[in-house]
């Protein structure tokens, strides 16, 4: 079984020690006097709104005294990581916000670095995918987009909004290579905007598009494109009514993590701390009201566990990639 999922992890239970320079404050509430998000993006994409997300709530709750955002784009990423490395001495208070394009883009060489360059703190939230068709379509589940597919592959091309060998392609290509059929064999068409990709859908240009299950359920609800299947484990609470492709009968998973990084060689107090408050995190109102906000899904994986997910997330889209030529 081809598998994305992160592991939940139960959440700490004990508080730190006090004595961590200031990290932690006598009445056990505060854990960090503040964290510098560090963005590899522009204002209002999804590492943004991670990043400030997660400092809106730690601070509400009290656990965090401040929190500062400093966008930083370029490369793909590859700068604010390039950034946090070169200087890491002088960053040991700053989270670095990333997500599954790391692991895509050190694999196809878009940036020298990966994950390993960096100090892993936690993944904590989670966006399946879902594949999704027009309201109108003749389509209604998976079996019946394989259907289409085989009585005429070419006229059933997927479209994405990430370029051909992204993340939507990837996960369009593991979807269809688990229900039996060739994964070079799907005619992807890349789309750079979420409107452009509907218009697409509309006019039967794609069969169906490959978009985060957030997305999806927004165009649900707004009545444009029925959800023919998601990549979670089980039925999401957000929209139960859409079937995941396990049930159907496709054998895959798949999550886009969001988490953070620090620097090379933050000290292990530091790190502790960070931690620390991000697992307290989770039990706070005031998370629970940016999560629901957001429409994301709570999927805390810490330190070394963090690292086995994405090693494993890293063999298996790379023998993706290899097979469909972009590596």
Known sequence: MKTFELSRRALLGAALALGLGGQAMADGHQVVDSIHFLIPGGAGGGWDGTARGTGEALTGAGLVGTASFENMSGGGGGKAIGFLIENADSNHGTLMVNSTPIVIRSLTGVFPHNFRDLTLVAGTIGDYAAMVVGKDSPINSMADLIAAYDADPGATAVGGGSVPGGMDHLVAAMVMEAAGKDALGVKYIPYDAGGKA????????????????????????????????????????????????????????????????????????????????????????????????????????????????LEGQEKVIGDLMKKLGFL
């Open 198 to 309: 509907m218009a697409a859908l509309l006019s039967g240009e794609i069969a169906a598009l490959s978009t985060g299950f957030s997305e999806a359920v927004d165009l649900a609800n707004a009545g444009e494109v029925k959800i023919i299947g998601v990549t979670a484990p089980e039925r999401v609470d957000a929209y139960p009514d859409a079937q995941t492709m396990m049930e159907q009968g496709i054998d895959t998973e798949f999550v886009n993590w969001r988490g953070f990084f620090g620097a090379p060689g933050l000290p292990e107090a530091q790190l502790a701390a960070y931690q620390d408050a991000i697992a307290k995190m989770y039990a706070t109102p005031e998370w629970e009201a940016v999560r629901a906000r957001n429409g994301w899904v709570n999927i805390h994986n810490n330190g070394d566990d963090f690292k086995t997910f």
